[in-house]
């Protein structure tokens, strides 16, 4: 995207720890540079700039430097450092430190990608850090440059986008943990074996989720708190860089927008938790009901063979013979009796349900 008038644009590093420097004027870019120290002299120097540093997989080195440059909180630059850190927001007097974990379905896995994203947002600069691929930094930075009437608010419309793109993305996962479901919860009543499995690793997954994304509605609401309660004595204080194009209250319609959106994708994974706890209950129900319609059927075998065999054992007693014994007929008489209470049980057993 084409920076406009004479900016000079500075090539950017690839690979690990690929950091780009960009300054802002008014919502528009105005040029590239080479490092921080750049940067915040520039800053410092003219009044109305905004400085975007976006960093990939940074090293702690890299994240020292600029610490020292932007004076970095060090409780919040050592959350960054160290990563895998809970969705949270924390100001530190005139910066505020915020971490987003978007989320991407490998459908394939059938597993949750969790991402993390790290925010530095102060007065006149802002620092996007991503410890993995879950968010396109490069493509998030070319949308909002093509908003220059937002992005004339500063450091905090960049963090309304972030919040927005990684709010919106949820969106893909929930829609394909949505069909695993369906399909997991035709498998229960068709009576796949696998059903249980899978019921469990999906119910794992949608926690996963679950923990990436309950978070953010303190979070917004406590963003919103700050710009709708100005107080530019208390620590901590946020309002938009130059307080353009209806200022605080613009932006509060954004936050309150993505507040929504972030409220919607709560809701629907709760659902998804509580629809696989339901689910997992139905299966265990059925296969306690499978279990016992086995259990009456060996039951009832086992008492159709008990009467023959307590008849035939009286015949192999080792005792001195009883009236009957002898009888012409007592063995055709004694296959019949078996034979019929065999039939009768079967019969009895057949118009219980039990075989």
């Not at 700050?226 to 946020?238: A, Y």
Request: avoid cysteine; glycine fraction near 8%; proline fraction near 6%.
């Amino acid at each position: 995207m084409a920076l406009g008038g004479s900016a000079a644009v500075v090539p950017a590093d690839t690979g690990p720890g690929h950091m780009s420097i960009r300054l802002y004027r008014g919502g528009r870019p105005e040029r590239d540079v080479d490092s921080p120290v750049e940067a915040r002299d520039a800053i410092a120097a003219h009044d109305g700039l905004m400085a975007w540093i976006a960093l990939e997989n940074p090293d702690r080195s890299r994240l020292m430097d600029l610490a020292g440059v932007f004076r970095l909180p060090p409780l919040a630059l050592e959350d960054s450092i160290v990563a895998h850190q809970r969705p949270k927001g924390e100001l530190y007097h005139d910066i505020l430190f915020m971490v987003l974990r978007p989320a991407g379905y490998d459908e394939e896995r059938e597993a949750v990608r969790i991402g993390e994203v790290h925010l530095f947002v102060g007065r006149d600069f802002v620092i996007t850090i991503t410890h993995d691929d879950r968010l396109d930094l490069d493509a998030l930075r070319r949308d909002l440059e093509g908003e220059p009437r937002l992005l004339a608010h500063g450091p905090l419309a960049v963090l309304y986008v972030t919040l927005d793109r990684v709010v919106d993305a949820y969106a893909p996962a929930i829609a394909s943990l949505r069909e695993d479901i369906d399909e997991v919860e035709t498998q229960v009543f068709s009576g796949d074996p696998e059903a249980s499995r899978r019921t469990y690793r999906l119910a794992r997954e949608v926690i996963l989720l679950q923990r990436a994304v309950d978070p953010l509605g303190a979070l917004l609401d406590e963003l919103m708190t700050s710009l709708e309660h100005p107080d530019p004595d208390r620590p901590g204080h946020l309002r938009p860089h130059g307080d353009r194009h209806g200022g605080p209250t613009l932006l509060r319609h954004y936050l309150r927008d993505v507040a929504d959106h972030a409220t919607a994708v709560r809701e629907r994974v709760d659902g998804f938790r509580q629809l696989l706890q339901n689910i997992m209950s139905v299966n265990s129900t059925l296969i306690g009901q499978s279990q016992n319609e086995a259990m009456k059927k060996v039951s009832s075998w086992g008492g159709i063979l008990v009467v023959p065999t307590l008849i035939s054992s009286i015949y192999g007693m080792n005792i001195a013979p009883r009236p009957g014994f002898g009888w012409a007929f007592g063995w055709p008489f004694t296959l019949a009796l078996m034979a019929l209470s065999s039939v009768t049980l079967y019969l009895v057993f057949r118009r219980n349900g039990w075989l």
